[in-house]
């Protein structure tokens, strides 16, 4: 069983022959090229929240393995370096 099927909508559960109508009256349409979320304001907000939490919870992961916190404020440290030399 598959929990995300191409051609209906994850979640409201429309599909390409029964789309739901959307506030301008018009039928939905495929947000996305896998045609797993439709353009009906409510799915697009959940499938953006969806995927900002992911990308947000990817990105954190992915610095807590690459850095220790002293290597992350030793990285601020040097990008806020000011680009001109230091005359001397
Ligand atoms: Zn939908
Ligand atoms: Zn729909």
Same mark, same amino acid.
């Not at 697009?44 to 953006?48: D, G, H, Q, S």
């Not at 992350?72 to 040097?78: F, M, S």
């Given at each position: 069983?598959?929990?995300?099927?191409?051609?209906v909508?994850?979640?409201?559960?429309c599909?390409?022959?029964?789309?739901?109508?959307l506030?301008?009256?018009?039928?939905?349409s495929?947000?996305? @090229?896998? &045609?797993?979320?439709?353009?009906?304001p409510?799915c =697009?907000?959940?499938?953006?929240a969806?995927?900002a939490?992911?990308?947000a919870?990817?990105?954190r992961?992915k610095?807590e393995?690459?850095m220790?916190?002293a290597d992350?404020?030793? @990285?601020? &440290?040097?990008g806020?370096k000011?680009k001109?030399? =230091?005359?001397?």
């Open positions: 069983m598959t929990l995300m099927r191409p051609k909508c994850r979640y409201c559960g599909t390409e022959e029964d789309a739901c109508t506030p301008t009256g018009d039928p939905c495929w947000y996305e @090229a896998t &045609r797993t979320v439709c353009t009906n409510g =697009v907000r959940k499938f953006e969806v995927k939490e992911n990308r919870k990817a990105a992961e610095a393995r690459r220790s916190s992350v404020h030793d @990285a601020i &440290r040097r806020n000011p001109k030399k =230091v005359a001397r």
